[in-house]
């Protein structure tokens, strides 16, 4: 098994001014999502983030306010999952639920270091 | 948890948190608040992907009431007169604004400012249905046949007639709760009608539309001056129609008239509750309204076992009641409805030629279509076949349409004369 992180990329709720009932639906789809890899054993850990932030850069280390990216390339949050490769990280990431709204997942392998 | 325990649960928190938020800020700072609500719905969604809370209600309520402080910062910031903010907090601490009883307090203020005569009526369903019912604009938008962008401009002047009349967030007293008790319940019942005999192609979005009415009326009858046999009527007209609910169309989007519907899925509870409502509706010698005579004859279809038992003689006399007290072309056409299923033709074809179909508007096909019923009683396939294609061609909603293509097929096969006996 090896670890694997889904980055949740894009589909920005307050820019799409989803009403009330949508973003109800919505939790709903993240909720079963969750539970469905909760049930399978497969998730290790798990964040939201907000959408703004702060970028420290150069050597005078130069802060800069967020967001740095246009909202539809902004990580919306992240999941690392087990999983045996890509395939079956892919697969995990076929229930995300934003897609039909521009969202998309970003999968990345995490490097064990052999000791 | 239940699934059940949370239908609508956003968008009957957006109505609840809107009104208290609104009567702690004012409603000139509407668009801000319901900014700020919608933001708790974003905060919920992250914070409950890895587990929904217990009580996800309370949950909700408690991210508002933290939302206040915030707030109160950011309209401070951006309106430097708003010194007097809290007002309407004084008298009440912020956290018993959020007790049961006061939520239920500021959205009946919210109804009461979203029926206020200075908006016209299609502003005020449209307000009512955004703000205290937490559909948006599209939403509305699909609820009412309208485009969003009529539905928006709606909500604009409404929010703006708002803020330059300064109209006050409260429930009236006195002669004026009387009057604009009566415009609520005229309000609700439009909201219901739009439900229940719209011609929507979504059954989803019309059950919607009628379950916010009934929700809001039910609110409406816990406060005991606003309780009174007009309320208690409309409340059950609601229920009874609503028993019905789901056996006017089938899954295939097709309308089954009251004829074929399938009398067992009739939903009894609704039944019964709108019986109570009834009874209390007449307590006390109260003075009869539409609501009654209405609920009246929705209950006369609920009593019949079957459609060959339908008292029409009773709901004749109903209906002329209603055309005395209220009279008006729906109720005069479907008078003559009923002359047609008691056969009394003299009858019908008396009321008939009264009528103008141009006074229906876009409905004027239920004249073509009754005209068509007329004259096939009367066994002159001509006539009823002209006037059933009339119907057709007039008609928009395609279930309509085909229902009524059906009945143009039974009207030209001589086989199924026996159709109607």
Redesign the interface.
Known sequence: MKDFMLLFIGADYQELGLSPEQMQERMGKWFAWNQKMQAAGVVKSGEALHPGGKRITGENRTVTDGPFVESKELIGGYYVVKAEDYEGAMKIAQDFPDYDLGGGVEIREVIVFEQ | ME?NN?D????H??GKMVSILTRIFGLEHLETIEDAV??T??T???????K?PDNPEAWLTAAAKNRVIDLFRKIKAEDARASKLYSGATTLGISEMFSRYEIEDSQLRMIFTACHPDLNPKEQIAFALRTIS???A??ISSGLLSSEETIKKRLQRARKTIKQNNIAFEIPTGQQLIIRRDRVLEVLYLIFNEGFHSNLKDKLVRKELCGEALRLIKLFLKKKPLRDPKSYALFALMCFHSARLESKINDKNEIIDIKNQNRKLWYFPLMILGSEAMNKSLENKAVISSYHLEAAIAAEHLRAPNYKSTNWNSILEWYKKLNHLQPSIYTKLNIAIVNIELNELDAAHEMLVLLNENDLGKRSYLYFGTLAEYYWKKKDTENALTNINLAIAKVNNTSEQQYLIKKREIISSNSNTTYYK
Do not use: C, M
């Open positions: 699934q949370i609508h649960l956003f968008r928190q957006f919608q933001d719905f974003i919920a969604i992250k914070a409950w992907q890895y929904i937490g559909f948006s599209r939403e």
